[in-house]
């Protein structure tokens, strides 16, 4: 009992490090970002998930858009004079918008440029935009594109509008910060709603490269870039948007401007401003710095989850699936896993609200191969465990008769009942047994029967035999069930003379061991084969008078012969010389039984027994 336990906490030992080496792979997968676009597309489904934005924030930006039908109005947008943006700042100052900033670089020279800076400057509240080159320069950093002096020196502010997307081409992250020298640069979105705020500085302390704190809002930071909110609203770009030529032509309400921040940009397509967002959408370059004023505005900001963090959810799932595989069966250990899945998803949905992004693939991923992984342990192990078993269960019945059970039990007919079958029976019973172990002390009696016993069962394996039980100082076996065997009665007398002359070689090879004879009876006949007992206690055997009588043979015959049934004597006929016996009187049976030995050799018959030649004997049957 105590080793069977301590084999099965050997067991659930190691499928639970399994789950865990499994999981400590997810880790490493995690950390060297094997899967990264699977990975980053897996999170995005969050974005979808999450609740509309709320009206009260998102109201607050008025997109004033360089669309399609602007440029069908006004020409080409590369040919418009500056009087148009001098016109637009004009009008929305009168409409009372508290920040104009734009999505557009004016970084050449024009006619009108003065008129423009006139108007930047009275307006007072207007941030201009800067980009950066795609070529670097000779220190290898990038070469930003401002606007003219005139403009800068006029504007209430500028910020960089750098877009960076990941790998993937998706935009996830604006980069609010840029290092320039020794100094840090904002971008367009943080510096615009600084000044919405009223705030005389961009950024209340000096960014330390986690957040940065801009008008009471800490602001998480990833290599200083923040992870933008985006709205999932399907049908809405989440803000009103209006068209620059509406606005010029007055169509434009006049209240969406009040104390908005309005950005100008283009939103027309084929200007090279449009990426694709966590959203499934692409999106301007205007309504990406729109979804990141809002999510500065808001306060609705996304820190991911620590690699820690993931790293200890990834092992905690782990073990808890290790567990729940080990515990149960496939089945439900199939529904445990899918439940953790979903339960992880709700929370991860459920956090991503409340502004922390769980990675919603490794962790499922570590369930779905900790799942697959453990079933594979325990299936294996299961083979390798029943593979033990029959070996065990070999080891006392026939290895044939081990399987066929087995078999019966996992196809769950195991009864009681059996079948008639044509069958070859071979005893062999020692000779002088009880006198042996009078005079034998009980180890060496004991080995001198198993070195005995191991020659004969060595002697009917070889010839497709199969042992179906042991009598203390007997074995009896038998040929053509459970498994087939066509010359059934042949391979019984050649093993049986095969485990004579085998025993005889052993005695002559051996002088100190105890001499210990054996006679050897066989039998063949039909005879009932199946599972005999009870349902409580079964055993795989054979019964009927062709047992019965190789046993009495058996009994009978001297040590080192082998005496044989009429039967089996016509099967073999013509393969061994055999002396007829005559006819017996077996214990038991009523009638005489004609009985045969076979010769081993000259040498091993008996001087009274005459040699018949196997053909003239034919005659006497």
Known sequence: MTNRITKKKKRFTLGLATALIVGLICCLLSYFQFFYTLDQQSNDLLYKGQSNFPSDNSQKIVIVAIDDASLAELGRFSSWPRTIYTELVNNLNRNEARIIAFDILFSETSPDDEGLAAAIKSAGNVILPYAGTTESNETGEIESIRPLKIFEESALGIGHAYMIPDDDGVVRKLPILIQQDERYEASLALTTISKYLRRTQVYDSQPNGKYIITAGREIPLQDYGMQINYTNNPTSKGFVTVSIVD???????????????????????????????????????????????????????????????????????????????????????????????????????????????????????????????????????????????????????????????????????????????????????????????????????????????????????????????????????????????????????????????????????????????????????????????????????????????????????????????????????????????????????GELVSAYEVSLSIQSISSQSQLWPAKTLKALV
Not at 314 to 329: D, E, S, T
Not at 405 to 420: M, P, Q, R
């Open 247 to 589: 606005v010029l032509s007055g169509k434009a309400s006049q209240d969406i401007f009040k104390d908005k921040i309005v950005l100008v940009g283009i939103t027309a397509l084929g200007f090279g401003d449009t990426y694709w967002t966590p959203m499934g959408q692409a999106l301007s370059g205007v309504e990406i710095h729109a979804h990141a004023m809002y999510t500065i505005l808001s306060g609705r900001f996304l820190k991911p989850a620590s690699s820690p963090v993931m790293y200890v959810s990834i092992m905690l799932l782990a073990f808890i699936c290790g567990l729940v595989v080990l515990r149960f069966q496939v089945i439900w250990s199939a529904l445990s896993t899918v439940f953790l899945c979903i339960t992880y998803f709700i929370s991860a949905f459920y956090f991503f609200d409340r502004g922390l992004l769980l990675d919603i693939f490794y962790p499922p991923l570590s369930l779905v191969l900790v799942f697959v992984g453990v079933t594979l342990y325990n299936v294996t192990l299961e083979r390798l465990e029943k593979g033990e078993i029959t070996r065990t269960f070999g080891r006392y019945v026939s290895p044939s008769v081990a399987t066929k059970i087995l078999n019966t039990v996992n196809e769950g007919s195991l009864e009681l009942g059996g079948k008639e079958c044509p069958v070859t029976v071979l005893f062999a019973d020692a000779r002088n047994y009880t006198g042996f172990c009078e005079k034998t002390g009980p180890q060496l009696l004991v080995s001198t029967l198993n070195r005995y016993l191991s020659v004969i069962i060595e002697a009917i394996s070889k010839h497709n035999g199969i042992v179906n039980k042991f009598g203390g100082d007997s074995i009896m076996a038998v040929w053509n069930a459970p498994i087939t065997c066509t010359e059934h009665a042949l391979s019984a007398v050649r093993a049986a003379v095969k485990a004579q002359e085998e025993i005889s070689i052993l005695q002559a090879n051996t002088p100190n061991l105890p001499k210990m004879e054996f006679g050897i009876g066989v039998n063949s006949g039909v005879a009932v084969v199946g599972n005999m007992g009870s349902l409580d206690r079964l055993e795989y055997s054979l019964i009927g008078d062709t047992v019965n009588t190789a046993a009495r043979l058996s009994a009978l015959a001297p040590g080192g012969r082998v005496w044989i049934g009429a039967k089996t004597f016509e099967y073999v006929i013509n393969q061994f010389e055999v002396v007829p016996l005559g006819h017996l009187t077996l214990k038991g049976k």
